[in-house]
């Protein structure tokens, strides 16, 4: 009996370590993003940084994927990148859209998987040929996932409209291949006041799940929700917006700054051309820290995930080193 707890601690101990060795090799950041609304920017491109701070664009700022490949429209945006409960593989989700048509003109967006963040595997989603009872569906905008602890699966949340209706964050888990989506979307997220909100972002923190989105069409910020159970319908509501600007913003993507206890909260200040970054400790108060970032790129919506020593490596014998790297 003792033997068999001595080897149950040593094998604990063995997998303990190798989840945090696994944690501490992520060490550098990959940002991928788009760049604008000609449809030749609207591609999924890729930046990478030591540091979550100061960014170089892989590729010289080129495309990584051919829109006019994995789309239906012939351009993509929003790109959201998660890195899978198992640490090895990647899922991408893209709005399949060309602005030029019209900013209610799509009705798809696109699944990715990889495993080396290099090769990509592609399906579109059309909600509208999909599902019935779609006709006044408007459009599907900028989809990303996360892992429903409670389903064990993954769940992809996007915003819609239909009709002259709010634009509404609905929900619908993966298949196991992440190919498509299972069962009807439901909504996953209106605010009390019954507004329309767009661009969802959700992280998992201290057991809460906290939902960055934007305002779309009462006033233009982000503002956030929190919840203990992603399906459960029960929100709570911060009044405050989080952003640190008094222009109008879009496209929020928080993340983890790596070996510390800070979060950074970026998002597109749409108007003026710019990005701004702000920082957290505690997901509620963020203070502007442009002074400290760098970028040889000008980013719209996009999302930042920790990577390791080897990713970031593979990616420069992909892609090639950025100059100044």
């Known amino acids: 009996m003792m033997m068999n ?3 149950n601690i040593i094998l604990f101990a063995f997998l303990f370590v190798g989840v945090l060795t696994g944690y501490c090799q992520q060490s550098a950041y990959l940002f991928v993003y788009f760049t604008g609304n000609r449809m030749s920017e609207e591609a999924v491109r890729m930046a990478v940084s030591l540091d979550g701070y100061n960014y170089k664009a892989l590729n010289g700022n080129q495309p990584v994927l051919d829109s006019r490949v994995i789309s239906s429209t ?8 998660l890195r899978c409960e198992d640490g090895k593989t990647f899922y991408m989700v893209v709005t399949d859209m060309v602005s030029g048509n019209g900013w209610s003109s799509n009705r798809a967006m696109i699944l ?3 495993k080396d963040l290099v090769h990509w ?9 999909k599902y019935p009872n779609q ?3 408007k459009r599907v905008w900028a989809p990303q996932t996360i892992y429903d602890r409670e389903a064990g699966k993954y769940m992809v949340y996007w915003s819609m409209q239909h009709g002259n209706g709010p634009d509404i964050i609905y929900y619908a888990y993966a298949d196991k291949d992440f190919t498509d989506i299972e069962g009807e979307p439901k909504p996953l997220f209106l605010p009390e006041n019954k507004k329309s909100c767009i661009d969802g972002d959700i992280i998992y923190k201290d057991g809460l799940y906290h939902l960055f989105y934007k ?3 009462n006033g233009n910020g982000i503002k956030k929700a929190t919840t203990s159970s992603l399906t459960s319908g029960q929100w709570t509501e911060s009044d405050d917006y989080k952003q ?10 928080i993340f983890p700054l790596v070996g510390s206890d800070k979060y950074i909260l970026m998002y597109d200040v749409y108007t003026k051309g710019k990005y701004q970054f702000t920082e957290s400790s505690d997901l509620e108060h963020f203070k502007v820290i442009d002074h400290a970032i760098s970028m040889d790129f000008h980013p719209r919506h996009g999302t930042v995930m920790p990577i390791t020593p080897k990713e970031l490596k593979r990616l420069f ?4 080193k950025p100059e100044g790297f």
């Open 5 to 7: 707890m001595k080897k």
């Open 74 to 81: 012939g351009g993509v945006r929003d790109p959201h990148i």
């Open 112 to 114: 990715l998987k990889s």
């Open 121 to 129: 595997t592609s399906n579109i989603v059309n909600i509208q040929k």
């Open 135 to 137: 006709e006044d569906l």
């Open 215 to 217: 305002t779309e069409g």
């Open 244 to 253: 640190q600007t008094k222009d109008p913003v879009e496209g929020s993507g």
């Open 317 to 320: 014998k992909v892609y090639g």
